[in-house]
Antibody, heavy 121, light 107 residues
């Protein structure tokens, strides 16, 4: 079955850029049935949607983060990526990649296990 | 942005209890409402989509109802593995938004 796996540094210095990659296995990222999202969860807090990308490259970012976020897709590697610039301690969170299923009400039906990113000098 | 408000923020219950969690949207979202269960240290797991459709593999004791702005998740008979945090999420428009979560704890 389809699985998602996040990878990237667990520690980022303030003002630098956070970079994460999500590798999709067991299925193609080029399927037109799905959007591919990034979601984060600060420790002890709720879930915040960061944005999504479609295999064709269409993108939507959360306006609250839009000025600092870049999401890209590499269909040849079956991966999509997140870059968040000018990070601060407020960006410390568990970062998830997730698949948004267009045929199931645009729900997030598959999630990666999450990767913790701490912003600290 | 559409604001999602869950109530209560936490509740205490016993095995076998019927549990109800409410989610309210700041504007009508038709039936574009999804529910997730999250256990400590784990990613959320989709339970219900389109307000009332049970995701494959999810036990039938979970059910969802509602449309417009008011929605409910019901667990008909709470099991030990159901102690977790539950999140609602709207997929009516972007940005996608979540409720703050409801923690179901053991009484």
């Amino acid at each position: 079955q389809v699985q998602l796996q996040e990878s990237g540094p667990g520690l980022v210095k303030p003002s630098q850029t956070l970079s994460l990659t999500c590798t999709v296995s067991g299925g193609s990222i080029s399927s037109g049935d799905y959007f591919w999202s990034w979601i984060r969860q600060p420790p002890g807090k709720g879930l915040e949607w960061i944005g999504y990308i479609y295999y064709s490259g269409s993108i939507y970012y959360n306006p609250s983060l839009k000025s600092r976020v870049t999401i890209s897709v590499d269909t040849s590697k079956n991966q999509f990526s997140l870059k968040l610039s000018s990070v601060t301690a407020a960006d410390t969170a568990l970062y998830y990649c997730a698949r948004e299923c267009r045929s199931c009400n645009d729900a997030f039906d598959i999630w990666g296990q999450g990767t913790m990113v701490t912003v600290s000098s | 942005d559409i604001q999602m408000t869950q109530s209560p923020s936490s509740l205490s219950a016993s095995v076998g209890d019927r549990v109800t969690i409410t989610c309210r949207a700041s504007q009508s979202i038709n039936s574009y409402l999804n529910w997730y269960q999250q256990k400590p240290g784990k990613a959320p797991n989709l339970l219900i989509y389109a307000a009332s459709s049970l995701q494959s593999g999810v036990p039938s004791r979970f059910s969802g109802s509602g449309s417009g702005t008011d929605f409910t998740l019901t667990i008909s008979s709470l099991q030990p593995e159901d102690f977790a945090t539950y999140h609602c999420q709207q997929s009516y428009s972007s940005p996608r938004t979540f409720g703050q979560g409801t923690k179901v704890e053991f009484k």
